[in-house]
């Protein structure tokens, strides 16, 4: 069975920092790109970022670029998504998801970026 | 940047009744290598979306077969054959030939 655990949410002050974590499990995680994406509070859903099978390709939607980072280990059978310099509108439910295509997500992790 | 446009927003339907969702792009889905990378996804209340189609109408593992998807180019629907208390929730499209972008979400309740 496919398993995805999002963790590392939280609330945190603007300018701040937090990393985001998704274990996997139930699939071959070395063969998977993996994506994250979120749906800010009674929104709609935006696609944030993937990363190959291998972590050689790495994409970002432009309001994350040069803030967030995308990351896995594989030995690991993890996701990683660091988030520097948080503004009110990252403030989401951060999702991780199976695939190029988004087979399969997990349950999510809230972000709050709050003064 | 491709944007989706989903309609209606609000669908109220009796059970037992159809129900249809339209997505609609701004520019051809149709990508380099003849497929079309369109797929739509049901958020029932409180939990994570799940996929149900993904190149227009392949139907993904314990989809119920009234669902069905079709559409080509930049017209694309939902259709629900009759409608089941469970299908409460909000339905997205997804297009994934050129980047990714989603449709706004289709809030779909029962009368």
């Known amino acids: 069975e496919v398993q995805l655990v999002e963790s590392g949410g939280g609330l945190v002050q603007p300018g701040g920092s937090l990393r985001l974590s998704c274990e996997a499990s139930?699939?071959?995680?070395?063969?998977?790109?993996m994506t994250w994406i979120r749906q800010a509070p009674g929104q709609g859903l935006e696609w944030v970022a993937n990363?190959?099978?291998?972590?050689?390709?790495?994409y970002y939607v432009d309001s994350v670029k040069g803030r967030f980072t995308i990351s896995r280990d594989n030995a690991k059978n993890s996701l990683y998504l660091q988030m520097n310099s948080l503004r009110a509108e990252d403030t989401a439910v951060y999702y991780c998801?199976?695939?190029?295509?988004?087979?399969?997500w997990g349950q999510g992790t809230l972000v709050t970026v709050s003064s | 940047d491709v944007v989706m446009t989903q309609s209606p927003l609000f669908l109220p339907v009796t059970p037992g009744q159809p129900a249809s969702i339209s997505c609609r792009s701004s520019q051809s889905l149709l990508y380099s290598d003849g497929k079309t990378y369109l797929n739509w996804f049901q958020q029932r209340p409180g939990q994570s979306p799940r996929r149900l189609f993904y190149k227009v109408s392949y139907r993904d593992f314990g989809v119920p077969d009234r669902f069905s998807g079709s559409g080509s180019g930049t017209d694309f629907t939902l259709n629900i054959s009759r409608v089941e208390p469970e299908d409460v929730g909000v339905y997205f499209c997804?297009?994934?030939?050129?980047?990714?972008?989603f449709g706004q979400g289709t809030k779909l309740e029962i009368k």
């Open positions: 997804l297009q994934a030939s050129y980047r990714f972008t």
């Open positions: 990363i190959k099978k291998d972590g050689s390709e790495k």
């Open positions: 139930g699939f071959t995680f070395s063969n998977s790109w």
């Open positions: 998801a199976m695939n190029y295509y988004l087979d399969f």
